[in-house]
């Protein structure tokens, strides 16, 4: 069992930053891979970001590329986002998530923090 715990998020204004934080707890392994997802009121669950543990390789989606930053602190087994230029339609619930680098299924999430950006 893998624990996730999501913090950092907030009320912001359009251009400004947050720095979300997940804290994995329990029977990690070697080889998994940490995510963001997000979901704005009405909309499907979207991909965010994600880092593999190992190497530290990244991915995003578009919209958030050269704003958003995915890191993660081995020693404290905690992945973070980074939100620079934040931007009205980044509002939205923030979730981390867990998989193995073989599974391309997520399967721990953790319970999600609040975004939102003022215009």
């Known amino acids: 069992q893998v624990q996730l715990a999501e913090s950092g998020g907030g009320l912001v204004q359009a251009g400004g930053s ?3 934080s997940c804290a994995a707890s329990g029977r990690t ?5 940490m995510a963001w997802f997000r979901q704005a009121p009405g909309k499907e669950r979207e991909f965010v970001a994600e880092i593999s543990w190992s190497s530290g390789t990244t991915y995003y989606r578009d919209s958030v590329k050269g704003r958003f930053t995915i890191s993660r ?3 404290k087994n905690t992945a973070y986002l980074q939100m620079n230029n934040l931007k009205p339609e980044d509002t939205a619930v923030y979730y981390c998530a867990h998989r193995l680098g073989t599974n391309p299924s997520y399967d721990y999430w953790g319970q999600g923090t609040q975004v939102t950006v003022s215009s």
């Open 18 to 20: 947050l720095r979300l």
């Open 29 to 33: 392994f070697n080889g998994y891979l």
């Open 73 to 75: 602190d081995n020693a």
